[in-house]
């Protein structure tokens, strides 16, 4: 939506129209007598996940939940031997001269390897 406006991208066709919460906009992407047009206009509430579900009277009174006792579990990150930590540099530094992945982002997610048993010497770093 721009300046209250539907764009189409591929087409570059516009639908000029004010925008309320009452009312519901669909784009169709297929022609009015095509038979998947009647399977979407039949089982509409499919396409429309949004729409407010009607109060459901539940007729028992089981409630579910998770019994913890003591701390939470964790674990804390360990050192690396010398040799492990300069396999692992070496290996992130190829990724981030490919462009795979960047030192420092946002978004950046922690590396977890592991070496492989089959080809000696050979690191997999996958991403957690």
């Known amino acids: 939506m721009k300046r209250k406006k539907l764009l189409d991208g591929s087409s570059a066709v516009g ?3 004010p925008i309320s919460a009452n009312e519901s906009m ?6 009015g007598d095509s038979p998947y047009v009647m ?3 039949k089982f509409s509430d499919i396409t429309k996940p949004s ?3 009607s109060a459901v009277h539940v007729k028992h009174n089981t409630e579910h939940h998770i019994e913890t006792r003591g701390p939470p579990v964790f674990s804390k990150a360990g050192r690396l031997d ?6 692992a540099k ?7 001269s490919q462009g795979w992945c960047r030192p420092k982002s946002v978004w950046a997610s922690p590396f977890t390897w592991f070496p492989k048993k ?3 010497g050979h690191v997999e770093i996958i991403g957690v």
């Open 15 to 17: 639908l000029e129209k």
């Open 118 to 120: 089959m080809i000696v």
């Open 51 to 53: 729409q407010p579900k």
């Open 39 to 41: 399977l979407l206009l």
């Open 82 to 87: 010398p040799e492990n930590l300069q396999t």
């Open 26 to 31: 669909y784009v169709a992407t297929v022609q």
């Open 90 to 96: 070496r290996e992130l530094l190829y990724m981030v």
